[in-house]
């Protein structure tokens, strides 16, 4: 395959795949104005983000299957037409009703287009520039969480929120004409055989189980998680069901996912280091907005300007690490980026309610080279032994495994923030007595100043609920961190391979 071919299924692919990224983000920053349009509550408008997440959770896993059932290119453009079809619907939407069922059709849509796009670059380009291949990859992976809010932000504030799932029409169109004109199944594509026996049990524990895992994920802080029963359903169906999907699979001749693929050791390793990864690397594009906006006041757009530089940095960083994986040992680079994650986080856990807009963005800098040297490393040994036939299957579970990282991540800090404050609110409240010479002399100088002792006291506890919450965002910093240093560590157990090809040195 020359070149320019090469990259023209580059970019055919790649386009779908930074459209679906951007729009599990995208919607996020305008749920204000779509309640206030579709006359929504608080709680009802959020499953316009939810719907979406659930029904991508449940195909992404089952992509490899039905690039099988349909033939991978016919897949890859039926899921492209309707993505673009529902991005339509959902702008023309004129109830929240209408609007969340055609967001789980964008959903179904999107889920295999990280998966199948992956899976195609990792073929297109010979063994050797895997690499290069990762980090075309990776632009869209990493870049679409942080570009979608500030895409949508922009695109509500100066049109309106239709245009969030508008914009995806036209470039919709142009991917499906690309597709169909570059992108061809290649001759050791395994399709499914005529009578080959569907796997329909482990269809149904797959949807059941990662829709429930999904909703309780992204409901489950506003539930109070087990406190609900609602919640505490969902865990026990969830559970159930996966634990009979892994048994279920790993019998079945012909299964909807391939879970025997885990018996390679990179593989198994690199999705291991790929959760947790993304669970810390979520947690921390979760937190730093938040802190930056609740305890700093900053708004959207400046909390914006801090995250915008970090996507150039990675943006350049992301080819030269590519380049670097086909003369380096990769699992050096991949532990350097743990690393410098990890550490950025440190200098995040050390922040004051005083730092300037050029020390979070400085922290955030810092993170996004991590980041660049994580991503393309991990996603190159992760697949290096993979046979092409077993690509589509083993690139579905990858980005499975990114997914259900980034949500549990996701939830895990919010959940730990709010422990957090609580814990530490409660502490200082200790020290709010008549008893404490600080605080009487607070509040006389308050009184002094204001006037009024019910103001002053009022100020005095707003100081705490912000200090407790400074302390639960330094707290959870520092966390999320930890993960990082630990899988420094553990990502060794990975094999080294070959730059020339995919056999691992030493065999």
């Not at 729009?23 to 719907?51: F, K, M, P, R, Y």
């Not at 037409?81 to 529902?86: C, M, N």
């Not at 609580?422 to 709010?432: A, F, G, N, R, W």
Request: with cysteine.
């Amino acid at each position: 395959m020359n070149a320019a071919n090469t990259w023209w299924i580059t970019a055919s692919v790649m386009i779908p795949t930074l459209l679906e990224i951007l729009d599990t983000s995208i919607a996020n920053v305008a749920l204000g104005h779509i309640q206030g349009a579709l006359s929504a509550g608080q709680d009802e408008v959020t499953w316009v983000l939810t719907s979406y997440l659930v029904a991508n959770a449940v195909v992404i896993p089952m992509s490899g299957w039905l690039g099988r059932v349909m033939g991978r290119t016919r897949y890859l453009l039926a899921s492209v037409v309707v993505f673009t079809g529902a991005s339509m619907l959902c702008g023309l939407a004129t109830s929240l009703e209408a609007l969340v069922f055609f967001r789980i059709l964008q959903g179904i849509g999107g889920g295999g287009l990280q998966p199948v796009s992956q899976a195609i670059l990792l073929e297109t380009f010979p063994p050797a520039q895997r690499g290069l291949a990762m980090a075309v990859f990776a632009m869209g992976a990493v870049l679409g969480p942080i570009l979608g809010p500030l895409l949508g932000g922009y695109l509500t504030d100066h049109a309106s929120w239709h245009w969030i799932f508008f914009i995806n029409v036209p470039v919709g169109l142009v991917a499906v004409l690309m597709i169909h004109s570059f992108v061809e199944d290649p001759p050791y594509l395994v399709r499914r055989q005529a009578g080959e026996i569907i796997d329909g049990v482990g269809l149904a524990l797959l949807c059941v189980g990662l829709g429930c895992l999904q909703v309780l994920l992204d409901k489950g802080q506003q539930e109070d998680w087990f406190a609900s029963p609602a919640m505490t359903a969902l865990a026990i169906v969830a559970a159930v069901c996966l634990a009979s999907l892994i048994i279920w699979e790993l019998r079945h001749p012909n299964p909807v996912v391939d879970l025997r693929i885990f018996a390679d050791r990179n593989f198994a390793t690199g999705n291991i280091v790929m959760f947790f990864g993304f669970f810390a690397f979520f947690g921390a594009i979760v937190l730093l907005p938040m802190y930056l906006q609740n305890l700093m006041g900053y708004t959207a757009w400046l909390a914006g300007i801090v995250l915008g530089p970090s996507g150039a940095i990675m943006l350049l960083l992301l080819p030269v690490v590519g380049r670097l994986t086909q003369t380096m040992d990769a699992r050096l680079i991949l532990c350097f980026g743990l690393l410098v994650s990890g550490a950025s986080l440190v200098t995040m856990a050390h922040f004051t309610l005083e730092i300037g807009i050029g020390t979070a963005m400085m922290a955030r800098n810092i993170q996004a080279i991590g980041i660049a040297c994580f991503f393309v490393p991990l996603s190159y040994l992760t697949m290096a032994f993979v046979p092409k036939e077993r690509m589509s299957n083993a690139s579905a579970l990858f980005n499975l495994l990114r997914n259900l990282g980034g949500s549990f991540g996701t939830a895990f800090v919010t959940t730990m923030l709010a422990r957090r404050a609580q814990l530490h609110q409660t502490h200082l409240i200790e020290h709010l007595s008549p008893y404490d010479l600080p605080f009487q002399e607070a509040v006389s100088q308050l009184e002094s100043l204001l006037d009024s002792t019910d103001v002053a006291l009022g100020a005095v506890y707003r100081a705490t609920l912000r200090q407790a919450a400074y302390l639960a965002y330094m707290d959870v910093f520092f966390l999320q961190a930890l993960f990082f240093f630990a899988l420094a560590g553990f990502m060794w157990i990975v094999r080294r391979p070959n730059h020339d090809g995919d056999i691992p040195l030493g065999h």
